[in-house]
C-alpha cells in the first residue's frame, strides 16, 4: 500500500480529510446544478484520482472528459505558455462544464483552459481545484470548488508528482527539500 513514509515525505493533508472535503465538495456541486447534468474536465495527469472520486460522491447525472497540457517557458513570469497535447473528445456547447485540477498554482493552465473552452459556448463554466495556492498567481483565476488552501510549498500525492513519481501516495505530501 503506498505511504508517505520514506526520506524527504511529511505528510499534509491526511487522506481521510481528503476523503471529506471532497465529499462536502461534491454536495456543494449536487446542489448548485440540482436537476441538471454535470460535464467534468479533468487536466490530465494530475487530476485524474480527485476526479475519480469527486464524480462518485456527485449525485447528478454525471459526463467526464479529459484534456492534457504542457507548460513551457519561464514560469515565474506570467508571459509562461501552455500548450495542448490532448484536446477533448467531445463537444462542450451547452454543458455544464466543471473544469477540474489538480492544484491552482500560477493560474496560468486555469487561464488558458478557461479561454479555450469559453469559446466552445458551455452552459456555464467553473473550475473545481482540490489544492489552491493563490499565493502564488500570477494570472487571476478563482476556483469556484477549492478543496484546500495551502501554502507556497510543493506537495505531492493523490494524483500530484515530482518527476512523474508520488501520484499514487494516499496522502497528500510536502517534498523536503522542495524541488526548487
Ligand atoms: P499552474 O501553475 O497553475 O499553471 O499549475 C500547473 C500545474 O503545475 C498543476 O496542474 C500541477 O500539475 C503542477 N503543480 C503546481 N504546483 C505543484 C505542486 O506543489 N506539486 C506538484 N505539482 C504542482
Same mark, same amino acid.
Given at each position: 500500500?503506498?505511504? %508517505?513514509?520514506?526520506d524527504?515525505?511529511?505528510v499534509?493533508?491526511r487522506?481521510?480529510a481528503?476523503e471529506?472535503?471532497?465529499?462536502?465538495v %461534491? &454536495?456543494?456541486i449536487?446542489?448548485?446544478f440540482k436537476g441538471?447534468r454535470?460535464?467534468?474536465?479533468? @487536466?490530465?495527469k494530475?487530476a485524474?484520482f480527485f476526479?475519480?472520486?469527486? %464524480?462518485r460522491?456527485?449525485?447528478?447525472?454525471?459526463?467526464?472528459d479529459?484534456i492534457?497540457?504542457?507548460?513551457y517557458? +519561464?514560469?515565474?513570469d506570467?508571459?509562461?505558455?501552455?500548450?495542448?497535447l +490532448?484536446d477533448?473528445d467531445? #463537444?462542450? !456547447?451547452g454543458?455544464?462544464v466543471?473544469?477540474?485540477?489538480?492544484?491552482?498554482?500560477?493560474?496560468l493552465?486555469a #487561464?488558458?483552459?478557461?479561454?479555450?473552452?469559453?469559446?466552445?459556448?458551455p452552459k456555464?463554466l467553473?473550475?473545481a481545484a482540490l489544492?489552491?495556492?493563490?499565493s502564488?498567481?500570477?494570472?487571476?483565476?478563482? &476556483?469556484?470548488y477549492? &478543496?484546500?488552501t495551502?501554502?507556497?510549498?510543493?506537495?505531492?500525492g493523490y494524483?500530484l508528482?515530482? !518527476?512523474?513519481r508520488?501520484r #499514487?501516495?494516499?496522502d497528500v505530501? @510536502?517534498l523536503?527539500?522542495p524541488p526548487?
Amino acid at each position: 500500500m503506498p505511504s %508517505a513514509r520514506g526520506d524527504g515525505l511529511k505528510v499534509r493533508i491526511r487522506r481521510a480529510a481528503i476523503e471529506r472535503r471532497v465529499r462536502s465538495v %461534491a &454536495g456543494r456541486i449536487t446542489r448548485d446544478f440540482k436537476g441538471e447534468r454535470v460535464h467534468l474536465i479533468g @487536466v490530465l495527469k494530475g487530476a485524474c484520482f480527485f476526479l475519480a472520486d469527486l %464524480a462518485r460522491e456527485i449525485n447528478l447525472e454525471t459526463s467526464i472528459d479529459f484534456i492534457a497540457v504542457a507548460s513551457y517557458g +519561464k514560469k515565474k513570469d506570467s508571459s509562461g505558455q501552455v500548450r495542448m497535447l +490532448k484536446d477533448l473528445d467531445n #463537444n462542450v !456547447a451547452g454543458l455544464n462544464v466543471i473544469l477540474v485540477e489538480d492544484i491552482l498554482d500560477t493560474g496560468l493552465t486555469a #487561464n488558458y483552459l478557461l479561454r479555450i473552452l469559453r469559446q466552445r459556448r458551455p452552459k456555464t463554466l467553473s473550475v473545481a481545484a482540490l489544492l489552491d495556492k493563490p499565493s502564488r498567481r500570477l494570472k487571476p483565476v478563482k &476556483g469556484d470548488y477549492i &478543496g484546500f488552501t495551502i501554502p507556497d510549498e510543493f506537495v505531492v500525492g493523490y494524483g500530484l508528482d515530482y !518527476a512523474e513519481r508520488y501520484r #499514487n501516495l494516499k496522502d497528500v505530501c @510536502v517534498l523536503q527539500p522542495p524541488p526548487r
